[in-house]
């Protein structure tokens, strides 16, 4: 099974790059090929300009990086995201990942009456590893449930990423070391 990280913070010395870095190692021990999209790092600009509009419909972008990102997206049958939540959601660039790489007639197409989306992709598992200042029930009970309500019931369903979960380590402001500790320990056990 071959996994693609797409791992969304700016700064490489941030707890989301400790928890890259777990899943990474937990990844090579298991010699499971992978591959990581640096949405940051690749100064990836999730904004769909004109020139990627006039292009969408044929399938095409005038971004270079996401010809390969779907061409990596085709040879996975696992996705881990990570990303923190900041106001309450994603940050931008996932939301612009999606935007602009999934793309009708090369990720996605209509059925004949154009009233419903069939994925051209199959992701058998998808993880989506978040941090937060919000607990998950306050996320999930106060503001929405922006990942299992709007991303896996949304995009990542329309697309075809199977089998969606969940991990998030809540409080990130105010947890101990033990605590991001213990919460890296628990990253590592769940990669199979």
């Known amino acids: 099974m071959k996994t693609t990280i797409i791992f969304a913070h700016p700064w490489h010395g941030s707890y989301n790059k400790a928890i890259l870095d777990q899943v990474t190692d937990k990844l090579e021990q298991l ?17 769909l300009v004109e020139a ?4 969408y419909s044929q399938g095409l972008s005038s971004d270079p990086l996401v010809d390969r990102y779907i061409n990596q997206l085709k040879e996975t049958n696992e996705v881990i995201f990570i990303f923190p939540i900041w106001w309450y959601e994603a940050p931008a660039i996932i939301k612009g990942f999606f935007d602009k790489v999934m793309l009708v007639g090369r990720m996605i197409k209509y059925n004949d009456e154009q009233t419903q989306l069939i ?9 989506v590893i978040t941090t937060s200042e919000l607990t998950d029930d306050e996320m999930r009970n106060d503001f929405g449930n922006p990942i299992e309500h709007v991303l896996f019931k949304g995009p990542m369903n329309d697309i075809g990423m199977h089998h969606p979960k969940w991990l998030n380590r809540g409080r990130i402001n105010l947890i101990s070391q033990e605590e991001r500790t213990k919460f890296l320990e628990t990253i590592y056990d769940y990669i199979d």
């Open 31 to 47: 010699n499971k090929e992978y591959s990581v999209i640096d949405l940051y790092k690749e100064e990836f600009n999730p904004t």
């Open 52 to 55: 990627d509009l006039k292009l």
């Open 119 to 127: 994925p051209l992709i199959k992701i058998d598992r998808t993880t």
